[in-house]
């Protein structure tokens, strides 16, 4: 087992700061066509050295290896990493650790192949890594400078990968550390315990055997085989509680040098101040706390008596921002909009699209809506939505089917893959969703409603109708939570509705909101699902859509502004959803009976057609015995009523015998629904015409006429 050594860092003015090199570049020193630096690096002991990246390729630093001795068990690492000079611009390679928290090994592969096996070998060392990657099986990772580094890197580009394989050098050190590393992952990170994975080396492997080196000759193993079989973290170490107990005291012991006030601005790193709910942000974890949870966590850290929260919020540079959103329009971390400081916590999801056939995607769309126009309308939906996260459509498809199975879950889950689990509601009731507590809108954007079915009540109907509709328009959203402050959220969530119900909501066909559509009601057997659900499940299909939803040319950019496409489907729910009042006159009124007879005895009023509210609203109640609200029968009037003249007056006044003068609505013959639509409706042009001609006193004189109406007036009809 060899020793690592440590070295000091070269001091640097604080002009310097940190930068990341250029895709592929290395400090001169390691260009190895020049024989000078051949041989100065042999002198200094060079053994190897390797480059470590961000996820898009660009150098974060150096790992130089050294041996120290002629025996090569003494090794020291020294860490190349490049600054720049703020003051003049300078640029330079410097023997000196790049910032903490540093990246880990092997990033860009990792990210070019997460969608492919989505595991992850983590192993000590880069010697193994590298070995290990030559075999192109599963993407490797490991950390620099040795076992009690580990800790001292950032470990999040894993989270997002299903299962972390921790492969330790079979030696009680690299044990240690990757015990470490599995508290960290699971503590600090959130990693279920279930997706970290141990390979247990096998007892009659060599001291400190790891991936770079061959199996025993005697071994009926290979190393594949060990690693594939790595079995659950918690089942392989029984005991781990008792050992991350063990390290906590340790960590805490070796903590206790160093002073509080800089322990506490090193956390403070990670952290955002947001003043309108007096909260932390750890952005890093994407997580807010509360300033009482912080204190309590880090009660050992009081500086001078003086709570944590406080000392950290008295120091000027410590990071601040008045509110926080996830926009996807902005760069991760703190931004000013027009004057506004906002934290952004937005993370873009890790798919990475592929071209592939669509056919499986296609032919569902076009299965559900029984509509080549309707299926390409909501796939330009679907990709408007993608391709301008960050920006808000003004309606939303209602989709309504009484049959279930018939592929909506499908479709649901390929846009869940495409926008990542962290910014997709894919499975909201919409009782959650109007509900007091509605902070699931939080870093949404977009979100699947199912179960839309509000009440058999018409009132309760309509008001629960109204409580989505600002979801849906409305740019900001004042979020309710549970002992946290109120505050509004910049709302940039689309939606699409779902409902099993044919008179699931209550719109009217002025609806601006919904664009409604009755899907298929053929279930289709398995037969049909089993190859798409391989497809997406097995062969990437999400990605495929990805690829083609972000690609895809939106036909009318400008539609999403405007109101939602009118269908047929929307008038017959509009229709469904009406109040039973306007129901019954209507029904009278296409009868001409009730409150609409055209012919009566001494006793009642003939309908001429025009109405004023307050006697129809007697004659429903009174007369009809109907129980309802004058406001109810004031906005049929309103919703049936003509113009008079002008496109706009929708009521006239009009003088009674008694010298009364209500305004009256105009209301003309219906057309016949048998009649030749090309031919002249003659009643109501006739009506229409003639009251529009007469004055407030031949109105007066026309809507008081009991038994038959006889034209009397000057002109001829």
């Given at each position: 087992m060899s020793t690592i050594k440590d070295y000091k860092d070269k001091k640097i003015s604080e002009n310097w700061k940190y930068v990341?090199?250029?895709?592929?570049?290395?400090?001169?020193?390691?260009?190895?066509?020049?024989?000078?630096?051949?041989?100065?690096?042999?002198?200094?002991?060079?053994?190897?050295?390797?480059?470590?990246?961000?996820?898009?390729?660009?150098?974060?630093?150096?790992?130089?290896?050294?041996?120290?001795?002629?025996?090569?068990?003494?090794?020291?690492?020294?860490?190349?990493?490049?600054?720049?000079?703020?003051?003049?611009?300078q640029k330079k390679w410097i023997a000196k650790k790049a910032p903490e928290p540093r990246h880990i090994y092997n990033l860009e592969a990792i990210k070019a192949a997460n969608n492919k096996v989505n595991k992850v070998v983590v192993v000590e060392g880069e010697k193994a890594a590298r070995a290990y990657a030559k075999r192109k099986l599963y993407p490797v990772t490991t950390w620099s400078c040795g076992s009690y580094c580990v800790l001292k890197n950032d470990w999040s580009p894993l989270v997002e990968i299903q299962d972390i394989i921790l492969c330790p050098d079979n030696d009680a050190l690299g044990v240690g550390a990757m015990n470490k590393l599995a508290m960290h992952l699971h503590e600090d990170l959130g990693v279920e315990l279930d997706r970290i994975k141990w390979v247990d080396i096998p007892e009659d492997f060599p001291e400190s055997w790891?991936?770079?080196?061959?199996?025993?000759?005697?071994?009926?193993?290979?190393?594949?085989?060990?690693?594939?079989?790595?079995?659950?973290?918690?089942?392989?170490?029984?005991?781990?509680?008792?050992?991350?107990?063990?390290?906590k005291v340790k960590k805490i012991k070796k903590e206790v040098d160093i002073s509080k006030a800089e322990r506490l601005l090193t956390k403070g790193e990670d952290l955002i101040y947001i003043e309108e709910l007096d909260e932390f942000l750890d952005l890093k974890k994407d997580k807010l706390i509360p300033l009482k949870h912080f204190d309590h966590s880090n009660l050992f850290l009081k500086v001078k008596g003086e709570n944590p929260s406080t000392f950290l919020l008295k120091q000027e540079e410590f990071k601040r921002a008045y509110t926080f959103e996830y926009n996807p329009k902005r760069p991760l971390g703190i931004v000013?909009?027009?004057?506004?400081?906002?934290?952004?916590?937005?993370?873009?999801?890790?798919?990475?699209?592929?071209?592939?056939?669509?056919?499986?995607?296609?032919?569902?769309?076009?299965?559900?809506?029984?509509?080549?126009?309707?299926?390409?309308?909501?796939?330009?939906?679907?990709?408007?939505?993608?391709?301008?996260?960050?920006?808000?459509a003004n309606w939303t498809p209602l989709w309504i089917s009484t049959a279930r199975g018939i592929g909506k879950n499908y479709v649901t889950r390929i846009l869940t893959d495409c926008y990542g689990i962290k910014n997709i509601r894919p499975n909201l009731k919409y009782k959650n969703v109007v509900g007091k507590f509605n902070s699931w809108i939080i870093g949404a954007q977009f979100a699947v409603v199912n179960e839309i079915f509000i009440s058999k009540n018409y009132n309760k109907k309509m008001e629960m109708s109204e409580e989505i509709k600002d979801l849906i328009t409305e740019p900001y959203i004042h979020i309710e939570e549970k002992f946290r402050r109120g505050f509004d959220y910049p709302n940039t969530c689309n939606f699409i509705l779902i409902s099993n119900h044919e008179d699931c909501m209550n719109i009217d066909n002025g609806e601006r909101r919904y664009y409604v559509q009755k899907l298929a009601d053929k279930i289709r057997p398995r037969e049909y699902w089993k190859p798409k659900w391989d497809w997406v499940l097995n062969d990437h299909g999400a990605a495929v859509i990805y690829k083609h939803l972000m690609e895809l040319k939106i036909d009318d950019p400008d539609m999403y502004k405007d109101r939602a496409p009118v269908t047929d489907d929307m008038k017959e729910l509009a229709d469904s959803a009406d109040h039973p009042i306007h129901k019954w006159l209507d029904e009278h009124r296409a009868a001409e009976t009730g409150p609409f007879r055209r012919q009566g005895s001494s006793e009642w009023k003939v309908f001429n057609f025009m109405v004023v509210a307050a006697d129809l609203y007697r004659a429903v109640t009174g007369g009809f015995k109907q129980e309802t609200a004058f406001d109810t029968v004031l906005d049929w009037c309103k919703k049936r009523g003509h113009d008079w003249k002008d496109g706009k007056t929708k009521t006239k006044q009009i003088r009674l015998s008694n010298g009364e003068r209500p305004r009256a609505y105009l209301l003309p013959p219906l057309a016949d629904p048998e009649a030749d639509p090309k031919l002249p409706n003659k009643a109501r042009d006739y009506w229409l015409e003639m009251l529009r001609t007469k004055t407030d006193t031949e109105l007066g004189t026309i809507y008081e006429t009991k038994g038959t109406f006889k034209n009397t007036f000057k002109k001829n009809y």
């Open positions: 990341l090199g250029d895709r592929n570049e290395e400090p001169s020193t390691f260009d190895f066509s020049n024989e000078r630096n051949i041989k100065a690096k042999k002198a200094k002991g060079y053994a190897d050295h390797y480059r470590y990246t961000d996820q898009e390729g660009n150098t974060a630093f150096i790992v130089e290896k050294q041996y120290t001795d002629d025996s090569q068990q003494e090794k020291k690492f020294i860490l190349h990493s490049k600054w720049k000079n703020v003051v003049n611009g790891d991936l770079a080196d061959p199996v025993p000759k005697n071994s009926s193993i290979d190393t594949h085989t060990l690693v594939s079989r790595a079995a659950s973290y918690a089942e392989v170490i029984e005991n781990y509680k008792e050992i991350w107990d063990e390290i000013e909009v027009e004057g506004v400081t906002r934290a952004n916590r937005y993370k873009k999801p890790n798919i990475v699209g592929r071209v592939g056939d669509i056919k499986h995607w296609k032919e569902n769309l076009e299965n559900l809506c029984e509509d080549e126009d309707r299926a390409h309308q909501n796939e330009q939906y679907f990709a408007w939505c993608l391709q301008n996260q960050g920006d808000k």
